[in-house]
Structure formats: structure tokens, C-alpha cells
């Protein structure tokens, strides 16, 4: 019987995982597609719903998987296949080239510094630039840059000015198998569509964005230093509608809620009060899901403490002013029964979240939202219909930071169980 665990996702779900059962002297192999580990939480500025900081939560956390003796991190990594059973699964995992040779490279930065290369930051939601040559975010882990072959024009400097060579423009492809006793899946989510909701203008009208997208302008290591300004011309916007369940709770889309919308628009809400003082902020819902610990609290301090406007009603439309740039949300109010025009200088979209586009390699049971079934959902919450292997965080379904956590903690649990028997 193998005595490793293989943890596929380095989200917040999976590196906690991975640290548990690595505190309990098993090796642990962390696969993640990505140059760092980190998820979606290193995109985020604040959490809910007590407005901490995000990366003075994550970062150490993500200092101790690098740092851990018995986590193996494989970034830039997928997992090809996948065969045995538990006890004795043979993993194999591609290691994508990075053509910046991995035990040379120091971070220093110098190489991006010089290269003549930019483009879209994909880590700022587009809203920023990187160079061809580049880190994800500060504090990436691993810190090691990545060249980005793409958009790589082959002008060698980086190469010339690194002290320590690592630059490598040959890297290949390069597999790796391992053999493992037991699966945790936590490859999480990704944003749905919000182009499916052509009646609200995203991609057409550059004021509309998504909430991810208005985190990377809140965040001071995003691309606008913290200042929230609009897309279009750069002004700080005076009156921000924030609408609710794009792309969920829709048949034409997603039926199922995705259960942290509620919470992160009230919490974009208070920032933005907190960065532009007097900005009016209206959100635009079907009914407020606050059902953690602190979560009602949360939305009533929303509410009276910082004066955001709640209006119950499913925007039908969103018209663009073609002078101005502004925007019209057209909804029914529901308290009222009155149909209102609202003019407004941003709107914010939360979009629902639907599962990641990670190939798994393993024939897991799908629930009808698509995201991994549980065997037995009422009285375990991570076991799948595979023997051996379990999931945790948004992998399995949409679900916030401190129930990703939990669950990645519950699978690591039951994953040492396995590990323990030879």
C-alpha cells in the first residue's frame, strides 16, 4: 500500500488538506495547474464577513505547504491519468514547461523588468498587464517565473540579464508517476458566462463588470492601486448598482443558487463605500442568502451602518447612454410594483459559479449541477463513489472560504484513515 496522498487543486480546500495530512507525517503530493498555489483567494481584497484581509490569511498558509517537508508541490501541473484503487493508485502527472529552470531561478525579478513584452494579467481579470516573462502575483508560490510562450517574441534578454541562467527555452514537457493510496479532489470553480445574460451588456458596455473583476480594482496590489474607477474613462464612479444571481437561480442557465453571491456583493458594497466617500451603492436581488455565522449580521450593517440600498427585484435590462457612458437598469420593484429606471455610473454583476474545466481522469459521479456527487450526502460529506477518493471545497458545489476550509480539513481526515491501514 502506497503511503502518499495526491491533493489535485491548490485552492484554499486543497491546501489545507494538504497540510493536514501532511501535520500527520504522510507525504502529500500537490498538484495544481497553475504557476501558484492560492486559488481564487488570491484574487480577493477582503473576506466577508469580517473584512480581513485576504492575503494575510492566505499567504502564510501558502508559505507553509511550500515550506513543509513532507508537501511535494507540482505547479504548472496536470493530472494525465489516473488507475488502481484504494490503497495503491498509479498517478500520472504532466509538469508543464516553464522554460525558467525551476532550482535556479531565485525571483528576482530582473528578467521582467527587461522584457519589452505586455500583456493582459489574467491574475487582475484582464483589468491589468504583466510581461511575457512573469509571477502571477507577489507572493506567488512557488516564487519562479514562468515565460509565457505565447507571447514570448524569442528577444533573449531575459536570458541575457539573469545572473544565475535560468532562463530555458528548450524545456519540455515532462511526465511524472506517482503511486498513491488516496485522492482528495479540490479543483474548485470557475465563473459562469456572464455574456449568457445578454440583457445586461457585459463585454458590450465597458461600465458593467463582474465581482470579481471590481475585487482586482478594490484590492491596492491590483491594477488600479485600490481606486476604483470606471472602465471606460477613468473617473471614480458616484453610483454603483450591484445586481444579483447572474447566471444562477435561472433556468436558462444555472437553477441552483451559488450561496456566496449575497455575501461578497454586500461586501463590495461597504468597500466601495469605505473608497469613494459618498458613492451611492444599490443592490438588485431576489432574496438575501445570509446563512453563516455572522452572515445576517453582515448584510444588516450593509444596510444601516453604511446606508447601501437594497432593491428586491431581478433586473429585465441594462441601456447604455452613448454620451455619457452611463448605465440604465430597468426592474420591477417588487415591494412597490413599480417599474423603475435607474441611472447608475457602474454596475457590478454577480455571477453564479459553475465547476472547474480540470480533466480529473476518474469516472466520479456527477451530481445535476454538475459538480461532484457524494456517496452519501446526508451523512458524509466527502466521500465520492470512488473507494479512496474524496472532495472538498467548490469542487463538490459552490460554497464560501471558512466551509471549503472545513471540508478540506474533513477529506484530509478520512484520507489518513486509508493511509494508516497498511
Known sequence: MAKAGLVIGGGIAGMQAALDLADQGFKVYLVEEKPSIGGKMAQLDKTFPTLDCSACIMTPKMVDVGRHPNIELLTYSTVNDISGEAGDFHVKVVKKPRYVDEEKCTGCGICSQHCPVEVLNEHDMNLGIRKAIYVPFPQAVPLIYTIDKENCIDCGLCENVCGVEAPDYDQEPREIVLDVGTIVVTTGFELDDPQKKEEYGYGLYDNVITALEFERLLSAAGPTGGHIIRPSDGKIPKRIGFIQCVCSRDINT??????????????????????????????????????????????????????????????????????????????????????????????????????????????????????????????????????????????????????SVTQGSAAAMRASIILARG
Do not use: W
Open 254 to 403: 444555472n437553477p441552483y443558487c451559488s450561496r456566496f453571491c449575497c455575501m461578497y456583493a454586500v461586501k463590495e458594497g461597504i468597500l466601495a463605500k469605505e473608497h469613494v466617500p459618498g458613492v451611492e451603492c444599490t443592490v438588485f436581488y431576489m432574496d438575501i442568502r445570509a446563512f453563516g455565522k455572522g452572515f445576517e449580521d453582515f448584510y444588516r450593517r450593509g444596510k444601516t451602518e453604511f446606508g447601501i440600498n437594497f432593491v428586491k427585484g431581478r433586473p429585465a435590462k441594462i441601456i447604455e447612454d452613448p454620451n455619457t457612458k452611463n448605465l440604465i437598469i430597468h426592474v420591477e420593484e417588487i415591494a412597490s410594483g413599480e417599474i423603475v429606471d435607474t441611472e447608475l455610473d457602474m454596475v457590478v454583476l454577480a455571477v453564479g459559479v459553475v465547476p472547474s474545466k480540470s480533466k480529473l481522469e476518474l469516472p466520479l459521479s456527477i451530481a445535476d449541477d454538475n459538480f461532484i456527487a457524494l456517496q452519501n450526502p446526508n451523512i458524509d460529506s466527502v466521500a465520492t463513489s470512488i473507494e479512496g477518493v474524496f472532495t472538498a471545497g467548490a469542487a463538490e458545489g459552490p460554497k464560501d472560504i471558512p466551509d
